[in-house]
């Protein structure tokens, strides 16, 4: 079993910035990784994405504004969020996927909240 830990979220005002951080029981390079969002009575929606190589990947919405990153080292993937906007305000998860062909498993934190004031 993948333990998944979310942690740095906050409140801040509009223009400020935060960082998260998700911790992997399990190896970051057997994983890709993505970190979503769920505010309040909306669905839940990728905000950012990094495979096992490297490659990432973002919402329209925070294009620009967000950066997701590994340290392999650490198990740990990032979330810089820069230019926050209230609308930026959800619990933020993160998701550990690995690929077992055929499986596929998903591995979930608690999430953390983001609190965003104009």
């Known amino acids: 079993q993948v333990q998944v830990a979310e942690s740095g979220g906050g409140r801040v005002q509009a223009g400020e910035s935060l960082k998260l951080s998700c911790v992997i029981s399990?190896?970051?390079?057997?994983?890709?990784v993505g970190w979503y969002r769920q505010a309040l009575g909306k669905q839940r929606e990728l905000v950012a994405a990094?495979?096992?190589?490297?490659?990432?990947n973002y919402a329209d919405s925070v294009k620009g504004r967000f950066t997701i990153s590994i340290d392999n080292a650490k198990n740990t993937v990032y979330l810089q969020m820069n230019s926050l906007k209230p609308e930026d305000t959800a619990v933020y998860l993160c998701?550990?996927?690995?690929?077992?062909?055929?499986?596929?498993?998903?591995?979930w934190g608690q999430g953390t909240q983001v609190s965003v004031s104009s």
């Open positions: 399990s190896d970051t390079r057997s994983n890709n």
């Open positions: 998701n550990a996927r690995r690929t077992s062909k055929p499986s596929i498993y998903d591995y």
């Open positions: 990094i495979t096992s190589d490297g490659v990432a």
